[in-house]
């Protein structure tokens, strides 16, 4: 593992801090560029691990982890994480290879279409898109209400209806959005409110993302390559439905990677691993196109 070198970047309402591991070797490669959201770099810490022959950037979102948030009424959209890469992609210098997973796969969509310039290939893991999902109303009713119980009750709440949402298989129902919120402790999650009301994904990222729609029309006519990826281990769960509702959006098939949601991990945040070595091949495949 080549060490790393950790940076600050200033930008409009943030401070954002980022890691470069510079390639053991001269190489002709673009650097490769790993984003989630809300996950920070640590998440990308064993996928990083297997491309020590590339430069890799990774980063914590504004407000995540070591990246601080300026306290504003306006919540951070799509566009600002994106103009964020931006920014981060000048400053290391580009273009760059792209891999993003989750809400980071939605920025790198935005970015695609925003800077084309910033990217060679941008590889869009399982996006969380409702806005192309048929059952977009009741996804986005269902998004809002996790935030909404994160707001009265505090983050096990909020969690706990996450994770019921994001384990649904199909498309939702009426009846779905509107059961009683489930017990956090089903989850080993804390069911004392501690008054905290700074989560990123359950506070802001709730709001933001189901309007959200990528520009596909212009995805369509852009120079970056854009590869929608699906996990061949998630079914119908939001983001696989989502994953392929959009490449369709694309013309295209979605890109099937190893494991599932998180199938890069190798144990980060207490996680299980998933596939991580046979995550990393197929990425080292895909970019090479």
Not at 74 to 101: Q, T
Not at 176 to 200: I, K
Not at 252 to 258: G, M, N
């Amino acid at each position: 593992m080549t060490d790393k070198k950790t940076l600050t970047l200033d930008v409009p309402g943030a401070v954002l801090t980022y890691d470069v591991r510079e390639a053991s070797a001269r190489t002709d490669e673009p650097p490769l560029v790993m984003i989630g959201l809300p996950m920070g770099a640590e998440g990308f810490t064993t996928l990083a691990s297997h491309f020590t022959d590339r430069t890799v950037v990774t980063y914590d979102p504004r407000g995540v982890e070591r990246s601080t948030r300026e306290p504003s009424t306006d919540l951070p959209g799509v566009p600002v994480h994106a103009d964020d890469v931006h920014r981060i992609i000048e400053a290391v210098g580009g273009p760059v290879d792209l891999m993003a997973s989750s809400g980071g796969a939605v920025v790198a969509l935005e970015l695609a279409a925003a800077h084309p310039e910033d990217v060679r290939t941008v590889v869009a893991h399982e996006p969380p898109l409702a806005a192309v999902l048929p059952d977009r109303e009741a996804m986005t009713a269902a998004m809002q209400g996790i935030h909404d119980a994160y707001q009265a009750k505090g983050f096990g709440a909020g969690m706990a209806r996450f994770i019921a949402v994001i384990m649904a298989t199909g498309e939702l129902t009426e009846d779905f959005v509107n059961q009683p919120d489930p017990d956090p402790a089903m989850f080993g999650l804390p069911t004392e409110d501690d008054g905290s009301r700074d989560d990123l994904m359950l506070g802001v990222n709730m709001l933001t993302l189901p309007p959200y729609e990528p520009s596909f029309e212009t995805l369509k006519a852009g120079s970056p390559r854009v590869l929608i990826a699906v996990g061949e281990d998630t079914g119908e769960e939001m983001t696989g439905r989502a994953a392929r509702a959009a490449a369709a959006r694309l013309d295209a098939d979605p890109v099937v990677f190893p494991g599932g949601h998180g199938g890069f991990g190798g144990g980060e945040y207490g996680q299980p691993a998933d596939k991580p070595v046979e995550f990393a091949a197929r990425l080292r495949e895909v970019l090479a196109g």
